[in-house]
């Protein structure tokens, strides 16, 4: 039987989660007839959505109990708001009673929502301290990223915090998006409009590069799902350990490195080209396939 | 500075290192030394001053750990504008750095260090989520300007017209900028008047701090933020 795939970037937060877990699977929490929105974008006349942008639940992934959560990054970007965020932290909050597989965030969001911003950024540190204390109890979080929006402003830190972040190469991680570099610093600092340099910046394939994502997925929710799987797996035999000491010396070790390594780069060219791709044309083009094997045979 | 650390600490109770728009030391907190760790000058925090933060809260927790005494307090001294905004922060992944100092806080408040925050400049947006909003407890100085964007260029992103989000911010603490707003929401806990006592303003402040997150209920309590322990509980089904 031949499945026609599903493009992830193109699909709405709904059926990503619909076709990413097992089928008919997924429950909603909080779903939308009960009519949880803003009253914040409401007071601005701004549209609202009866699902405030995110819809969480439970589900299964190949036989594994989740909790997830998507992100509809077609309503206002994805953004964080109050209902928004209390979501996601009560997704989180359930986590440590009913102690899932794993806890599954579908990110795509430019971050604080603009309209109730004050509301937003405090949500984001409950989330920030949310994700911890769920890893911390030794449920593992999974960041999905591979929306037109990526995982920007305090959603790009959230994403950093989980245990595992599987990224598509049309996915992108970063903390201040590029137009809003180019709007304050000029477009010599960063021209948003280059799309090139924006993926050499933000795109999946430099994340993987540089460890910032642990796995580079093809476009489709079939992909997602299997990488997805696959880490249910790993983390179902080996329980990782909370971040101890010794193990935060050592990222502190890794970024510190990094930040010499790179210390007046400005474009992922140098990136690509230690990690041995040496035409850069060629990794752009290069399938998702290849481009692990490359990237796990290089020490 | 010294004004600043002679009032929270009083005079030569303090030995803190000024390295730039870093510093830290030590100064007595409560009769007892607290591991002092700030930033001034409205510091735009890249990675570099993200790595100096993050590797002051581990020596702290690594010194502490080693000498087998009670964890000391450690006291965030906040001023920064909000995150470097350059492409070569970007290229490293400065979201990153930022998750990475949360670690550290969350790694010292594991090991039973109290974190306390004061801001005594500015805390805005991303900068104060990496530096400052981690803490147990937020206490701003009367002076502090707290905020994630101002309402001119709030005006410009949401088109709606200045005048208007003047207005509405009277009513609501949601969006404008303030440290009124963010202590009405819960996330800033003690506002303090220039005529207090800052030492035992502190001194209180440290006995105070709780590890556990109660910002959504304080904000309920406070009238500033309605939904966020409501709805948190409904989907967490507690």
Known sequence: MNVKPTCYFEASARTRIAKLVDPDSFSE???????????????????????????????????HPVLIAGQ????NGGA???????????????????????????????????????????????????????????I??????????GAFGGMGIVTLLCTEVVISEQGRIGLSGPEVIETVKGVDEF????????????????????GDATRLVDDDIASFRAATAELLGKHAERRLPASDLAALTEEHEQLSARARRYDTARDGRIVFEEAGFTELESVALMPVDDFNRHLEGTP | MNMLFDRLF?????????DGDFFAGT????????????????????????LKVAAAILAAVREDDSLSRPPRTIVFLVDTQGQELSRHEELL????????????????RRHGHRLVTVVHGEAVSGGFLAFGLMADRVCALPDAQVRVMDLRAMSKVTKIPYDRLVVLAEESPVFAPGAENFWRMGAVHELWSAEDDWNSCLASAVFHAGSEDGRALLGLERGGRMLAAAITGLVAGS
């Open chain 1, 191 to 210: 021209d948003s409009r280059d799309r090139a340099l924006v993926w050499r910046i933000t795109g999946g394939k430099l994340r993987r590069v540089l």
């Open chain 1, 72 to 75: 509809e990054g077609k309503f």
């Open chain 1, 80 to 138: 964080v708001g109050e209902v928004h965020g209390a979501k996601l932290c009560g997704l989180l909050e359930r986590a440590l009673s009913e102690r899932p597989a794993a806890v599954l965030l579908l990110v795509d969001s430019g971050g604080v929502r603009l309209h109730e911003a004050n509301a937003g950024l405090i949500a984001i540190s409950e989330l920030m301290r949310a994700v911890l204390r769920t890893e911390e109890a030794g």
């Open chain 2, 27 to 50: 100064a007595a907190v409560a009769d007892a030394e607290a591991v002092i760790i700030g930033t001034r000058n409205k510091a735009a925090i890249g990675s570099g001053l993200a």
């Open chain 2, 10 to 18: 009083g005079s030569g109770r303090h030995t803190i290192t000024v």
């Open chain 2, 93 to 108: 992944g400065l979201n990153g750095y930022f998750a990475h100092v949360a670690r550290c806080c969350d790694l010292a």
């Open chain 1, 140 to 149: 593992p979080v999974f960041a999905l990223i591979g929306g037109s929006c």
């Open chain 1, 29 to 63: 929490l909080c779903p939308p007839h009960l009519r949880h929105s803003s009253p914040h974008l409401a007071r601005l006349n701004a549209p609202v959505a009866f699902d405030d942008g995110v819809m969480v639940g439970r589900a299964l992934l190949a036989g």
